[in-house]
């Protein structure tokens, strides 16, 4: 017995709407009217329980009155359970099985004893998020940089908008369970019968449900299909750092919220080039002649310019020479890191005449 359906308004009524609705159905069914007296008791009774605040969020939660008391009463009493303590004679041994009370306290308290989370409607609806992986060129690092990428995932359809009803038809309140998402259902223990809350089985707790489902998408509001989507990448950086693009995960159902795009980056190994943070390391062979007496050379940058670099006399195979703002852009921030060469001395390992001449004149130099 549904005391809203009773008199005729929604759980959603007001207290005015509630009294206007009462008074409208005991004119029409009271006895000494030639009414009927037994829907007249019922309208009293229904308008007893939510016409009190208390009784009727009691009334809410559990699916009844528990002693007509208020929010405080014992909702075990008259279920069975006092009454098996009560009137236990004495020496009198009296046998339970507790092998579900951990599940009948979970579905009457909602969470149990642990307190676990429930999932809301709206958690359940929304879309899955989405990881992929990006594989980038050195060079991609030095300036912001888009990269366009092809998902094939759940996509809202468009025939319906995403809302799952065909075009032009309404979505109607679920009648079962009156827009909640929930319905109620009687279980009978040890203790007693008790109304738990479960999933409406009408709209899979929706609370809605569409006057024609959609054509496309029967009802879902989403479609497998393919989008292409533009993932912007920041200068400077760097290897398993990670891009969440909002709302471009799966769609969610029925026009819910949607899922958020992870992209995690993966930086190419260059064959010249060594990053370390936001510096650059690379290396450059020279002359025994250059080392000994100095030199300008020309080496490429990351970007593929030539950069003068100035060897200065007496250079030792492996000395590092450091070129400033010439690394990589630091990422948030401003300017950019090191470039840092090391010179490598280059031994001849074949020679002319001419060559092992002079260099026999300068062995005996002492050099």
Same mark, same amino acid.
């Given at each position: 017995?549904?005391?809203?359906?009773?008199?005729?308004?929604?759980?959603?009524?007001?207290?005015?709407?509630?009294?206007?609705?009462?008074?409208?159905?005991?004119?029409?069914?009271?006895?000494?009217?030639?009414?009927?007296?037994?829907?007249?008791?019922?309208?009293?009774?229904?308008?007893?329980?939510?016409?009190?605040?208390?009784?009727?969020?009691?009334?809410?939660?559990?699916?009844?009155?528990?002693?007509?008391?208020?929010?405080?009463?014992?909702?075990?009493?008259?279920?069975?359970?006092?009454?098996?303590?009560?009137?236990?004679?004495?020496?009198?041994?009296?046998?339970?099985?507790? +092998?579900?009370?951990?599940?009948?306290?979970?579905?009457?308290?909602?969470?149990?004893?642990?307190?676990?989370?429930?999932?809301?409607?709206?958690?359940?609806?929304?879309?899955?998020?989405?990881?992929?992986?990006?594989?980038?060129?050195?060079?991609?690092?030095?300036?912001? +940089?888009?990269?366009?990428?092809?998902?094939?995932?759940?996509?809202?359809?468009?025939?319906?908008?995403?809302?799952?009803?065909?075009?032009?038809?309404?979505?109607?309140?679920?009648?079962?369970?009156?827009?909640?998402?929930?319905?109620?259902?009687?279980?009978?223990?040890?203790?007693?019968?008790?109304?738990? @809350?479960?999933?409406?089985?009408?709209?899979?707790?929706?609370?809605?449900?569409?006057?024609?489902?959609?054509?496309?998408?029967?009802?879902?509001?989403?479609?497998?299909?393919?989008?292409?989507?533009?993932?912007?990448?920041? +200068?400077?950086?760097?290897?398993?750092?990670?891009?969440?693009?909002?709302?471009?995960?799966?769609?969610?159902?029925?026009?819910?919220?949607?899922?958020? @795009?992870?992209?995690?980056?993966?930086?190419?190994?260059?064959?010249?080039?060594?990053?370390?943070?936001?510096?650059?390391? +690379?290396?450059?062979?020279?002359?025994?002649?250059?080392?000994?007496?100095?030199?300008?050379?020309?080496?490429?940058? @990351?970007?593929?310019?030539?950069? @003068?670099?100035?060897?200065?006399?007496?250079?030792?195979?492996?000395?590092?020479?450091?070129?400033?703002?010439?690394?990589?852009?630091?990422?948030?921030?401003?300017?950019?890191?090191?470039?840092?060469?090391?010179?490598?001395?280059?031994?001849?390992?074949?020679?002319?005449?001419?060559?092992?001449?002079?260099?026999?004149?300068?062995?005996?130099?002492?050099?």
């Amino acid at each position: 017995m549904d005391y809203y359906e009773i008199l005729g308004v929604t759980k959603n009524a007001s207290q005015e709407d509630i009294k206007k609705a009462f008074h409208k159905l005991a004119h029409q069914y009271h006895p000494d009217k030639g009414g009927d007296e037994k829907k007249f008791k019922e309208i009293n009774e229904a308008y007893q329980v939510l016409s009190d605040k208390t009784k009727r969020a009691q009334y809410d939660q559990y699916g009844r009155v528990f002693d007509q008391g208020g929010a405080g009463g014992n909702p075990f009493e008259g279920q069975g359970f006092n009454w098996a303590w009560g009137n236990r004679q004495q020496g009198e041994n009296v046998e339970f099985d507790f +092998s579900d009370v951990g599940d009948i306290f979970e579905e009457f308290f909602g969470g149990g004893f642990g307190g676990g989370r429930r999932t809301t409607k709206k958690d359940s609806k929304k879309g899955k998020d989405i990881q992929v992986d990006i594989e980038l060129p050195l060079e991609r690092t030095l300036k912001e +940089s888009v990269e366009k990428i092809i998902l094939t995932k759940q996509v809202v359809c468009q025939r319906c908008q995403g809302n799952g009803a065909e075009p032009d038809t309404k979505i109607k309140e679920c009648f079962t369970c009156r827009g909640t998402g929930q319905v109620q259902q009687v279980r009978k223990t040890v203790f007693g019968s008790y109304t738990t @809350l479960t999933t409406c089985p009408e709209c899979k707790g929706e609370g809605t449900i569409p006057e024609k489902p959609c054509n496309v998408c029967k009802g879902e509001g989403r479609i497998k299909g393919q989008e292409t989507i533009e993932i912007h990448i920041p +200068s400077g950086i760097d290897a398993n750092q990670v891009i969440r693009v909002d709302g471009k995960g799966e769609a969610g159902k029925k026009g819910a919220k949607p899922g958020n @795009l992870f992209a995690r980056i993966f930086v190419k190994q260059h064959p010249v080039f060594e990053r370390k943070g936001d510096d650059l390391f +690379s290396q450059a062979e020279i002359s025994f002649s250059q080392a000994a007496l100095g030199d300008e050379i020309e080496i490429k940058s @990351l970007e593929g310019t030539n950069i @003068l670099l100035q060897v200065p006399a007496g250079t030792e195979s492996g000395k590092v020479l450091r070129i400033s703002g010439k690394g990589i852009p630091r990422f948030g921030g401003f300017g950019r890191g090191n470039l840092y060469i090391e010179l490598k001395v280059k031994t001849p390992k074949k020679l002319t005449k001419e060559q092992k001449k002079l260099l026999e004149q300068l062995k005996k130099e002492g050099l």
